[in-house]
Every structure is written in structure tokens, then in C-alpha cells.
């Protein structure tokens, strides 16, 4: 893991204003008896306060002047990414009793499909789907006890699979706003859910699932690449076709993924290119159980692969042989544009890294202000910006609302 950048003193006075009450520049300079232009230049390192300014700053910000000075990188600020209370508790909920009818399987498959359209699709999609999800927990887990017991095996599979495919969406909703405890928990669920159901195809996307939570986890590279081969032999198992092929490419960018966080880029180029790839050209571009796996996704996979490394040049050499418009996930679309950036922003090329910046507030203003790699792509760059860009780099950074 790369060590946190030490900051100089006037990101550290800029970093401590808006932590502190996201205060203004004019309302701190004031109180400090200096110009707001004057305290701008401090924190854009263009000049240094005295010991006696620095002192009172640190008073009007109330902290120490040791935690201006130090040599230690303040704690990062963290985007608001909270589950929505009504969702988490539909979620810990589980299991109440209800007596109403339940759900018909018709309508439950329904309305998981339309909830999935709008979490891979919609510009503002955490505030979509936000409203619609814990009647959805609500009525799937219903559906789930109601059938139980129920002699027809055929509506009672086909909401098992329902179940399933909702509690995917939640992995990833969960995981995005911050709760690794709770996409952890909907990812067992589905696992549960697809192996009561006796439904391979699904079992393969549970354990996916449950991978992607352990790579969003410190130290998880490991325990997702383990779950992740687990499912493949499991896989061996059920006959060949284009859904058992994109779900076996799926978990072995899985596996990719696990192999580039340990920083072992030729096993994971070469699981990429000799797994993966093979298995993409049998699928094609699919969206198989919300993974989006196919050829267009592996050289996703290559640019991040390069990018991590740090190979910026072979990472936008790369990029410029993708065509993300075909994907059916504007999350991918957000990923790849991302990676961009960042490839962008180790040459410094902050014209470039604007750019791709701009075009991810255009995808998602909501995704890009709940990533913390996106915010601290905006942060960074509003250090160092040049005066020609600064003020659209302000004005992203109060679009996005980040203190």
C-alpha cells in the first residue's frame, strides 16, 4: 500500500477549514486580521505564514499548531456514503412476520429487473433507487418464508432466484455507500438464496459477489482469490454455454483483480490474457447476472491492470482501443473513465486529468462524489492546478460538496 502523501502547511490550513465547519476563506482571513487573498496564497503554498499568523489560525480553526506542522498526513477526509436508514433496516429486519399475500413470483422478477436497470443505467442512481429498495427487501424476504414450505416448486425456485438477484444489487449498493458489514451479509444471503434454489449460474454469482466484498476489504486479495477459484471448479460441473463461460470469465477477473492489489501484475496479466480473454471471446459483451463481462470489460481490466502498476503510457495506449459506449453499466463506463484520469494524473497532465474529471461528473455526479480515488483526484488537483484552470476545478469541487 502507498504511503499517504505528507502535505505542506497550507493544504494542511485548507484541509482544517473545511473539516472545521467547512468555513469560508474570507470568514478565517478576517478573524486572522489578513486578506482572503493572502490566506489563498498560503494554502496554495505561495507564501508562508509567520509563527505568530500560524499561531492564530490554528486557533481560529481550533487545532493545535502541531497539527499544522506535523510531519504526519492528517486523517483523510471520507465522503458522506451512509446505506439509507430505511434500507438498513429492512435489511436487519429480516425475518419478521407478515400476513399479507405475498408477492407473485412475476412481479417480484419485475421488479428486481427494474431495479437493476435503474442501478446500472441511471446518472443519479443512489437516489433512485433509494426509495424503491426497502419495499423490495421487504416483499422478496416475504415472498421467501411464504414459499418455504410451498408445494410449488416451480414459483418457489423462481423467487429464490429473485431473492438472489436483488441481494446482488444490495452488494454492490452496500458496499458503495460505505457499509462493508452489510454487502457482506446480503452476499451470504444470495449465496443461500442461489443454492436453495439449485441454481449453478447463480451460485457462481454469489461467490462473485462475495468476492468483490473481500477485495473492497484491507488484506482481502487472498480470501476473494480462494473464493473465487472455489467457484470455478464448481462450475466445471454444469454444461458449457455462454452463461457458464461469461460467469467463469467473471470470476477470473476476480482472481486478475486479487492477483494486481498484491502487486503481482504478471500473474494477473497473465491470468488476463490467458483465462479471462479466451472465455470473453466465447460470451461476447454479455451483462450475465449484472457482471458485464465480455471482451470490452477485460480491456477495462488491462488498462486498470497497467494503471495500477503505474505504467501510465502502456495504460492510455490501451484505453485508446476501448469503445465503453456498448456497455450496459454506466458504472464500468464511471471505472474506465476513472482509471483515465489517473493515468492522466501520474505524467501530471492536469489539462487531461480535468477533462476526465469533468466527463465523470457528467456520467455520475453521485458516484464520483461518494469514490474516495475520484475526490482525491479533485483535491489534488486543486493544489496544484494552474490560475487558467482553478476556477473549474473550484467549481467542481462545490459541485461535488467536497469539505
Same mark, same amino acid.
Given at each position: 500500500m502507498a504511503e499517504t502523501p505528507k502535505l505542506p502547511i497550507g493544504a494542511r490550513i485548507r484541509y482544517y477549514r473545511k473539516k472545521h465547519g467547512n468555513r469560508s476563506l474570507a470568514a478565517v482571513a478576517g478573524l486572522c486580521a489578513i486578506s482572503e487573498r493572502y490566506l489563498s496564497m498560503i494554502e496554495n503554498g505561495k507564501r508562508t505564514p509567520s509563527h505568530s499568523l500560524l499561531a492564530s489560525i490554528a486557533k481560529e480553526l481550533d487545532v493545535p499548531i502541531a497539527a499544522l506542522l506535523s510531519e504526519e498526513a492528517p486523517e483523510? !477526509?471520507?465522503?458522506?456514503? !451512509?446505506a439509507a436508514p430505511d434500507i438498513a433496516q429492512a435489511l436487519m429486519g429480516y425475518g419478521t412476520t407478515r400476513r399479507d399475500p405475498a408477492v407473485p413470483p412475476a412481479e417480484l422478477r419485475e421488479r428486481v429487473e427494474a431495479a437493476w436497470r435503474i442501478w446500472q443505467t441511471s446518472p443519479e442512481r443512489f437516489s433512485e433507487i433509494e426509495p424503491v429498495l426497502p419495499a423490495l427487501i421487504t416483499d422478496a424476504e416475504h415472498s421467501v418464508r411464504a414459499h418455504r414450505t410451498s408445494t410449488d416448486a416451480t414459483a418457489r425456485r423462481d423467487v429464490l432466484r429473485a431473492a438472489a438477484d436483488l441481494y446482488g444489487l444490495l452488494r454492490s449498493y452496500c458496499r458503495r455507500s460505505g457499509? #462493508?458489514?452489510l454487502s457482506l451479509m446480503v452476499a451470504d444471503r444470495a449465496r443461500r438464496a442461489a443454492e436453495d434454489a439449485d441454481d449453478p449460474i447463480r $451460485?457462481?454469482?454469489?461467490h462473485w459477489n462475495l468476492g468483490h466484498c473481500l477485495l473492497s476489504r484491507d488484506g482481502g486479495a487472498q480470501e476473494a482469490d480462494d473464493v473465487a477459484r472455489t467457484a470455478l471448479e464448481q462450475l466445471h460441473t454444469v454444461p458449457n454455454g455462454p452463461d457458464t463461460a461469461a460467469m467463469q470469465g467473471a470470476l477470473e477477473l476476480v482472481r486478475v483483480v486479487a492477483a494486481a492489489q498484491s502487486k503481482d501484475w504478471w500473474s494477473a496479466?497473465?491470468?488476463?490474457?490467458?483465462q479471462?480473454?479466451? #472465455?470473453g471471446d466465447r460470451s461476447g459483451d454479455s451483462n450475465t447476472m449484472w457482471t458485464v463481462f465480455g471482451p470490452t470489460n477485460i480491456h477495462l481490466h488491462a488498462l486498470? $491492470?497497467?494503471? #495500477? !502498476?503505474?505504467?501510465?503510457t502502456e495504460g492510455l495506449r490501451l484505453a485508446d482501443e476501448v469503445d465503453t459506449s456498448r456497455l450496459p453499466s454506466r458504472e464500468r463506463q464511471f471505472t474506465f473513465t476513472l482509471d483515465l484520469a489517473r493515468c492522466y494524473d501520474l505524467r501530471r497532465d492536469d489539462a487531461a486529468v480535468l477533462v476526465h474529471l469533468l466527463d465523470l461528473e457528467k456520467l455520475s455526479r453521485e458516484d464520483m462524489a461518494r469514490s474516495s480515488l475520484a475526490v482525491d483526484l479533485v483535491t489534488g488537483l486543486l493544489r496544484r492546478v494552474r490560475p487558467t484552470y482553478r476556477r473549474q476545478v473550484s467549481g467542481l469541487v462545490e459541485r461535488l460538496n467536497i469539505a
Open positions: 483523510k !477526509a471520507t465522503v458522506s456514503t !451512509a457499509r #462493508l458489514d $451460485i457462481a454469482a454469489a496479466r497473465e491470468r488476463l490474457h490467458q479471462a480473454a479466451p #472465455l486498470s $491492470i497497467e494503471m #495500477l !502498476a503505474g505504467h501510465s
